[in-house]
């Protein structure tokens, strides 16, 4: 059974950084595109972030660039999002996706990722 497993969500001021993480498991993703979306409350999901197979193609949502990295460990079947200077509008449910279609290909429509997490919460104070 494949699981994608979030932590690293809390509760931060404006400004502060979180670190997350996305452990996979049941299957390997090394040669799959893997995302972060976040869904606020009464709003869509929407795409955060993506990085590819290898690690070096990235693409990031406009409202989150230049302050939100994304990287993967393969050996580790893991997925990181480091957040900085966290803005109020970034608290959101976060979720890590993982897609067994695009292999060694990208995506960013949450319709092209077969896998999902359950999430977990950023909260970030004024």
């Known amino acids: 059974q494949v699981q994608l497993q979030e932590s690293g969500g809390g509760l931060v001021q404006a400004g502060g950084s979180l670190r997350l993480s996305c452990v996979a498991s049941g299957r390997t993703f090394s040669n799959y595109p893997m995302a972060w979306f976040r869904q606020a409350p009464g709003k869509e999901r929407e795409f955060v972030a993506v990085?590819?197979?290898?690690?070096?193609?990235?693409y990031y949502a406009n409202s989150v660039n230049a302050r939100f990295i994304v990287s993967r460990d393969n050996a580790k079947n893991t997925m990181f999002l480091q957040m900085n200077n966290l803005k109020p509008e970034d608290t959101a449910v976060y979720f890590c996706a993982a897609s067994e279609r695009k292999r060694f290909g990208i995506a960013r429509r949450s319709d092209e990722f077969d896998y999902w997490g359950q999430g977990t919460q950023v909260t970030v104070s004024s």
């Open positions: 990085v590819g197979w290898s690690g070096s193609i990235k």
